[in-house]
């Protein structure tokens, strides 16, 4: 019999479900066609920041709408194509997810997993756009997002060493305790905490990158000024780099367990043979690769674009993230300095107990500036001097 000469009975949301159920056979399944309604290309800021914080739980569900849906009840969930969704339940051909504070219902042929998001096989962002739409841009804005699309596939790169790391490295060492915990912290520091902000980071990227699929991205700026000053964790594992390396070298190259793995890690080919101490030195390529990359892009933006202000704050915030890099490396050299000072330079004989690495009474923490021989001028004796920013040590 026709549903629309009969009412249901009972409660009004189950009237909701059927109504979906009936609506759902007429909805596109996700096979790449566009539906029939005109959808929103644009992805906003608000709706990419409504991903959440940095670092979501493991359990933590999200989807990028490829159409955008409008409500039909009170209990569905409207949003526009690019929006990302956490989803809280996948039960049926309808999800339940959350928006900007607001939880429905909504078809699951809207929407596709983050997870599934895949890395484009080509280099160049011209082998991805039809000819038609190639020919119908001018040279700056084909050179722009030339600079766009390398800085979204060297972010991939980047993340995929990351993982390498982790899959072929860190956790095999970590389940099979081939190497002391202590030792583990001093090489890979924060490497997880590196993948987390990494990942996030492209992961921001596709989505937009998702959303305009067969057209020029006119908008990246929002993105970098958002996740830039997030990525954090580099100037951490930066300042301990030569450290990570030192002990490397020091202790896990003398254990025969650790060499044995890393012998057959150089056999696999996502590493070209390369080995740990190599993939140690890619973070800090790769954060003084961003205000490069960044700059390319402001390079091919117009003064009139739309972009351009917030890719020039985004070259701002790039090299601010270098100086602290920069900055917490020289931290990290000053304190081994002091450290080495402290365990080697007898000191026993002065009256005033001197801890080196220590805070000055009025110069704040104390600093190594400068050390080299110096002579007397009458007797011609030599001595060795050190200086820091509070005293001279002969």
């Known amino acids: 019999f026709p549903s629309n000469r009969v009412k249901l009975l009972g409660n009004p949301n189950e009237a909701s479900a059927a109504r979906r159920a009936t609506d759902l056979r007429q909805q596109p399944s996700f096979n790449g ?22 670092a979501p739980s493991p359990g933590d569900f999200r989807v990028l709408a490829v159409y955008s849906y409008a409500a039909n009840n009170d209990d569905e969930l409207s949003f526009t194509k690019g929006s990302v969704i956490s989803v809280s339940s996948r039960e049926g051909e309808w999800w339940t997810g959350e928006l900007s504070g607001q939880v429905g219902v909504f078809p699951s042929n809207y929407v596709q997993p983050l997870s599934e998001l895949h890395a484009p096989t080509t280099a160049k962002w011209s082998d991805t756009i039809e000819p038609l739409v190639l020919e119908s841009l001018d040279d700056t804005e084909r050179k722009r997002q030339e600079a766009v699309f390398e800085l979204i596939h060297t972010e991939q790169t980047h993340c995929d060493a990351l993982h390498l790391v982790k899959n072929l490295f860190y956790d095999p060492v970590n389940e099979k305790n081939i190497l002391e915990p202590e030792v583990i912290q001093d090489i890979f520091v924060n490497w997880n905490e590196l993948i987390t902000c990494s990942d996030y980071f492209l992961k921001m990227l596709r989505v937009r ?84 990359l960044i700059s390319k892009i402001l390079q091919y933006t117009p003064d009139g674009h739309s972009d351009h202000g917030s890719v020039a704050d985004a070259v701002k915030l790039a090299e601010d993230l270098c100086s602290q890099v920069n900055e917490g490396v020289r931290m990290q050299e000053n304190l081994d300095r002091l450290e080495w000072l402290q365990n080697n330079v007898n000191i026993s004989s002065l009256e005033e107990k001197v801890v080196f690495n220590s805070q000055t009474n009025r110069m704040g923490q104390r600093r190594f500036l400068h050390s080299g021989n110096l002579k007397k001028a009458r007797s011609g004796r030599e001595l060795f001097a050190v200086l820091f920013n509070d005293f001279l040590m002969l």
Do not use: W
């Open 33 to 54: 066609s566009q539906p029939d309604t005109p959808s929103s290309t644009t992805s906003t800021a608000s709706s990419l920041t409504s991903i959440g914080p940095p």
């Open 209 to 292: 990158q998702m959303t305009h699929e067969a057209e020029p991205i006119d908008c990246v700026g929002d993105i970098l000024c958002e996740q830039v000053p997030r990525l954090t964790s580099f100037i951490r594992f930066c300042s301990r780099q030569m450290n990570a390396i030192s002990v490397l070298q020091s202790k896990a190259a003398k254990n025969e367990a650790f060499k044995e793995l890393e012998a057959k890690v150089a056999q696999d080919s996502q590493t070209g043979g390369l080995p740990l101490s190599s993939f140690l030195l890619r973070p800090m390529q790769r954060v003084t690769r961003y205000p490069l």
